[in-house]
């Protein structure tokens, strides 16, 4: 991380905060309005516009994970600092400060929507994006708690709730073990190396094991995202590189190739994917070159909370939604309704940031508090 210049950084908490509040926007926007109705002339197209950033957010997100995270584990890596002990550590207390908190949350907020509030109706009214064969999945059952709190949603069962977001935490999470343990393969003394090897063929294991019925196409997914995730960890390693520029054309190149190709010549979601990917890339690789100083308070303040954000935005939008009558239904894209999303988000927001004081911001705390409590007896 100190390699990092700071131009780079402010742009990487923007783009951050402007990905989580896409996710927020895409994802409210499928349960607040009808859009299949045809109407809202220009506000309909202009809201749509702005909501259909969901997806394309998520590839950003592992795009500078990558960048983040796995740049400099090969970074350290190849310069022999790398200690697996402290990198899960510090992983695991990242994930559990926000995600531990986000499924009690959720299950507090999804049994008073479906209790007390209008959440069964909600429910029926928001196919397809609550499937219908959803609620037999037991979503809101302990299993389903236990196995999202291990980021084994998506492998074994789904996501816990309401909280359909929480398919991207599993893949960030096993990407953070699948890269140190391919590369300790090579890296790592003869006995670890075993280890690592044996590791590594479990999570792909797990991945190929992902495939479900209800979830067709999930297997090749986590190693798609796998190799994006892998694109920012290359950015990383090529960073300082004096050829940066001459690989930042070649990122942005390749990604109006992979554009065209797939959605000009062979139209495929995925290679719309690793499109966008390379475009993420290079704005990363030409970030150290454009002055951003002037942004870091707000993409500080923004990008603070927005892990909190989108571990909680969705179960808070359907609880939200279960006490408003009006929305027992989508609603037509109108100024008054288009009024009313807008106080649905803020409300989300200030609520992810409730969360956010409470956890996340605490997270250096607990970092320095579990590594004195198991890294100081492990060196005595």
């Not at 303040?301 to 009558?325: K, N, Q, R, V, W």
Request: aromatic residues 20%; charged residues 15%; glycine residues 6%.
């Amino acid at each position: 991380m100190q390699r990092i210049p700071s131009n780079t950084s402010i742009w990487l908490n923007v783009m951050r905060a402007l990905a989580a509040q896409a996710v927020v926007i895409g994802h409210a926007n499928y349960l607040f309005f009808d859009h299949a109705a045809g109407t809202g002339g220009a506000l309909a197209w202009l809201v749509s516009a702005f909501s259909s950033g969901a997806h394309k957010a998520v590839i950003m997100f592992f795009v500078m994970s990558g960048f983040l995270i796995g740049g400099p584990v090969i970074d350290a890596m190849r310069s022999r600092r790398f200690d697996s002990f402290k990198y899960f550590i510090d992983r695991l207390t990242r994930l559990w400060i926000v995600i531990l908190p986000a499924l009690f949350m959720t299950a507090l907020l999804d049994a008073l929507a479906f209790n007390y509030g209008g959440g069964e109706a909600l429910l029926a009214s928001r196919v397809p994006f609550f499937p219908e064969w959803w609620s037999s999945l037991e979503p809101d059952s302990v299993k389903t708690f236990v196995l999202n709190a291990f980021f084994m949603q998506m492998i074994i069962g789904f996501q816990y709730g309401t909280n359909l977001s929480l398919w991207s935490i599993s893949n960030e999470f096993w990407y953070y073990l699948l890269l140190p343990a391919a590369l300790g393969v090579f890296f790592f003394r003869k006995n670890a190396r075993i280890g690592c090897l044996i590791l590594s063929i479990f999570i792909v294991f797990l991945f190929v094991y992902s495939e479900k019925p209800n979830d067709e196409g999930r297997s090749l997914y986590y190693f798609m995202m796998f190799l994006i995730w892998m694109m920012g960890a290359a950015a990383y390693c090529l960073y300082e590189n004096v050829w940066r520029h001459y690989f930042s054309v070649f990122f942005l190149v390749a990604g109006f190739c992979f554009f065209i190709l797939f959605k000009r010549i062979y139209p495929d979601a995925i290679g719309y994917d690793f499109a966008l990917a390379f475009f993420t890339v290079f704005l990363v690789m030409i970030s150290k070159d454009i002055p951003a100083g002037y942004l870091k308070r707000l993409s500080d303040f923004f990008s603070g909370y927005s892990f909190s954000l989108y571990a909680l935005h969705l179960p808070l939008t359907f609880f939200l939604m279960s006490f408003d009558p009006q929305l027992a239904a989508p609603q037509p894209v109108r100024y008054d309704t288009v009024l009313r999303f807008m106080l649905y988000l803020l409300a989300i927001n200030g609520a992810s940031i409730f969360l956010w004081a409470l956890t996340e911001r605490h997270t250096a705390a607990v970092r320095r508090f579990v590594f004195a409590k198991l890294i100081s007896p492990r060196v005595a």
